[in-house]
């Protein structure tokens, strides 16, 4: 079993920055593929990014693609989300979540353990 513990979330302003870490309860992180997730309110859960055991290759979800960066550190079992030029749709429950599989990691149903999430607010 594998416990992840998202931080850094919070309220922000329509433009600014939040940088999200996620660290992951095991020995063997770096043989897990990484990813975020969020949920917008009245909204269904979906993917934002991807990122492969050795940090080498990342997807993002077309709505945040050159302003979120997916990154990880396999030495503090951590991965990161960079999120600039925040917009108002982007206020949602941030989730992060760890696949053993070697798909793409695009969809939810890949993951094997998620975080609680932590939420993220930007305002006008």
């Known amino acids: 079993q594998v416990q992840l513990v998202e931080s850094g979330g919070g309220l922000v302003q329509a433009g600014g920055s939040l940088r999200l870490s996620c660290v992951a309860s095991?020995?063997?992180?770096?043989?897990?593929?990484m990813g975020w997730f969020r949920q917008a309110p009245r909204k269904e859960r979906e993917f934002v990014a991807t990122?492969?055991?050795?940090?080498?290759?990342?997807y993002y979800t077309d709505s945040v693609k050159g302003r979120f960066t997916i990154s990880r550190d396999n030495a503090k079992n951590t991965v990161y989300l960079q999120m600039n030029s925040l917009k108002l749709e982007d206020t949602a429950v941030y989730y992060c979540a760890a696949d053993r599989g070697y798909g793409l990691g695009l969809s939810q149903s890949e993951y094997d353990f998620w975080g609680q999430g932590t939420q993220v607010t930007v305002s006008s």
């Open positions: 095991t020995r063997t992180f770096s043989s897990y593929r």
């Open positions: 990122i492969n055991r050795s940090g080498g290759t990342t």
